[in-house]
């Protein structure tokens, strides 16, 4: 069964420290998301991505964060200059839009691990 | 506003027993509906999914789930539970139109232990 990867599985960084969280979609999904889930707390969408171009953006997606498709098999979340909020598993996930009902289902990774100190 | 909620934090049931796991959601027009489960270490898995039709919907492992508009409901069942449904299990909603829009909004998650 197709799968969404993400690497790395846990990765720890000192505040202020870029980040670059990896992705590898399924092969034929068109859009791409990133949510994440600070421990014991909901899991949250962060942004949607369609088409090269950012489709939707919650509160939490500020300027610290980015995303980019810098080929055609991975999809990043940067972000810029970590603060100790940022700790959290962050999952990547891709669909297609469903023929028959024209809803998107969304396959999601394993999750990154991010441990900011 | 738009929200999910699971009452239920933790719940432990005997193997063998059924399971009912609540969501109750806050919408503005008909959503898509959607149970997840994440196992230690894992990612989120798809049980099952409501878009429109038939109420009841089965899903994968033997789990199903009833939508139940009057009372904003998709609470989630198994008639018979087996130490591997140990997870926890989170309710979603989104947009019920098709695009690129995957805003999907989770529950707080329910935690299943389940006894011998």
């Known amino acids: 069964e197709p799968e969404v990867t993400q690497t790395p599985s846990h990765q720890v960084t000192q505040m202020g420290q870029e980040v670059i969280l990896r992705c590898v979609p399924i092969?034929?999904?068109?859009?791409f998301y990133w949510y994440r889930q600070i421990l014991g707390q909901k899991v949250e969408f962060l942004v949607s991505?369609?088409?090269?171009?950012?489709?939707?953006k919650s509160e939490i997606f500020d300027d610290q964060f980015s995303v980019e498709r810098p080929d055609g098999s991975n999809f990043t979340l940067k972000i810029r200059s970590t603060k100790l909020e940022d700790s959290a598993m962050y999952f990547c996930?891709?669909?297609?839009?469903?023929?028959?009902?024209?809803?998107?289902?969304?396959?999601f990774g394993a999750g990154s691990r991010l441990t900011v100190l | 506003a738009q929200s999910v909620t699971q009452p239920d934090i933790h719940i432990t049931v005997s193997e063998g027993a059924s399971l009912e796991l609540r969501c109750n959601y806050s919408y503005g027009a008909t959503p898509y509906l959607f149970w997840y489960v994440q196992s230690p270490g894992q990612g989120l898995q798809l049980l099952l999914k409501y878009f429109s039709g038939d109420t009841l919907v089965q899903g994968i492992k033997g789990f199903e789930a009833e939508f139940k508009r009057s009372q904003s409901s998709f609470n989630l069942r198994k008639p018979s539970v087996h130490w591997s449904d140990a997870a926890e299990y989170f309710c979603?909603?989104?947009?019920?139109?098709?695009?690129?829009?995957?805003?999907?909004?989770f529950g707080k998650g329910t935690k299943l232990s389940v006894k011998p």
């Open positions: 979603a909603v989104g947009p019920n139109y098709g695009g690129s829009q995957g805003n999907l909004i």
């Open positions: 996930a891709s669909s297609e839009i469903s023929r028959a009902s024209g809803a998107n289902v969304l396959t």
């Open positions: 092969s034929n999904h068109l859009y």
């Open positions: 991505f369609y088409n090269n171009e950012i489709s939707e």
